[in-house]
C-alpha cells in the first residue's frame, strides 16, 4: 500500500484519461468497449478522490479535437455520458458530488444534455468532491473565448484595458469564479505513457506539477491513483521562488 500524506493532499487534481482505445485494441473488442470500461475507472476515481479528501476533480472527457473521431464513436461516448450520469446520478447525489462542465457543451447530443443539466441542477447545492467534466473543451477555445468577453467589455468602456489583470483573465476560464469556481490543479495526471498536454487547461497549468502514468485509462486502479498522488506528494513546489 501506497502511503500518502494527509496534509499534503492536492486540492485539485485533473486527470487527462488516455489509453480507452489501445486497451481495447489489446484485447481485440471496439473501441467502445474500451471507452466503457473507462466510465468505470471514471466512477471508481470519483469516489476515491472523494474518500481521499480532494476537492476538486477534473476529468478530461472530450476535446473539442474528439469531434473528428467516427460518428459512431462520438455518439457513443455521449450515450455512456448519459449511462453514467442516469445510472450513478443517485449515488453522486448521496454521496454529495457536485457536478460541473468545463466546456461549451450546447452542441452535444440532446439526450445527452439534458441528462446533464438533470444532474447539475439536482447536485448544484452539494458541498462534497466537486467533479467537473471537461466536455467539448479545449484550452485555446477557453482563452479565446475569455478574450472576447474582456474586449467586449473595453468596447463598452465598462473597464480599461489597464484593468486586465490575470485575476480577472482567470475569472473569465470555465474554473473561474463565475462558473465552475475552482482553484488552479495542484496535480495533473495523464494515463497511458503519453507525455502531452493536449490544450487542457492551458492558462490553469501554469504551476501544476505533472504526473505520467504509463497504465491504459481503463486500468486505472485506486492503486494507480495512489501512486500518482505520492509521486506528487514527494516533489517540492517552489512557484518559481527558491
Ligand atoms: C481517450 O482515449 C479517451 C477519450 C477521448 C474519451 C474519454 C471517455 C471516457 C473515459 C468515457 C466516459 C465518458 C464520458 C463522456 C463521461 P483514446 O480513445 O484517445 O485512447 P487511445 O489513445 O488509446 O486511442
Not at 125 to 135: H, M, P, R, S, V
Not at 211 to 219: E, I, N, Y
Not at 233 to 242: L, N
Amino acid at each position: 500500500m501506497t502511503e500518502l500524506i494527509k496534509e499534503r493532499m492536492p486540492k485539485h487534481v485533473a486527470i487527462i484519461m488516455d489509453g480507452n482505445g489501445r486497451w481495447a485494441k489489446k484485447r481485440g473488442v471496439p473501441r467502445l468497449a474500451g471507452h466503457r470500461a473507462g466510465m468505470e475507472a471514471m466512477k471508481k476515481a470519483v469516489n476515491h478522490s472523494d474518500a481521499l479528501g480532494i476537492k476538486y476533480l477534473t476529468v478530461y472527457a472530450f476535446s473539442t479535437e474528439n469531434w473528428k473521431r467516427s460518428m459512431e464513436e462520438v455518439s457513443g461516448i455521449f450515450k455512456l455520458l448519459v449511462t453514467f450520469v442516469n445510472r450513478d446520478l443517485r449515488e453522486l447525489i448521496d454521496n454529495n458530488v457536485k457536478v460541473k462542465v468545463l466546456g461549451d457543451y450546447s452542441s452535444i447530443p440532446d439526450a445527452s444534455l439534458k441528462a446533464l443539466e438533470k444532474t447539475i441542477e439536482d447536485t448544484k447545492d452539494n458541498t462534497g468532491l466537486q467533479f467537473n467534466i471537461a466536455l467539448n473543451y479545449g484550452g485555446r477555445d477557453e482563452i479565446r473565448r475569455a478574450v472576447e468577453a474582456i474586449g467586449e467589455r473595453c468596447a463598452n468602456g465598462e473597464i480599461a484595458p489597464e484593468d486586465i489583470t490575470e485575476e480577472l483573465i482567470g475569472s473569465y476560464m470555465w474554473t473561474g469564479s463565475e462558473h465552475a469556481d475552482a482553484p488552479d490543479p495542484e496535480l495533473i495526471i495523464r494515463t497511458s505513457g503519453e507525455y502531452r498536454l493536449s490544450n487542457f487547461l492551458l492558462w490553469q497549468s501554469a504551476y501544476s506539477e505533472f504526473v505520467f502514468s504509463d497504465v491504459l485509462w481503463p486500468d486505472f486502479t485506486d492503486e494507480e491513483y495512489d501512486r500518482c498522488i505520492a509521486d506528487y506528494q514527494s516533489r517540492e513546489r517552489r512557484f518559481g521562488g527558491r
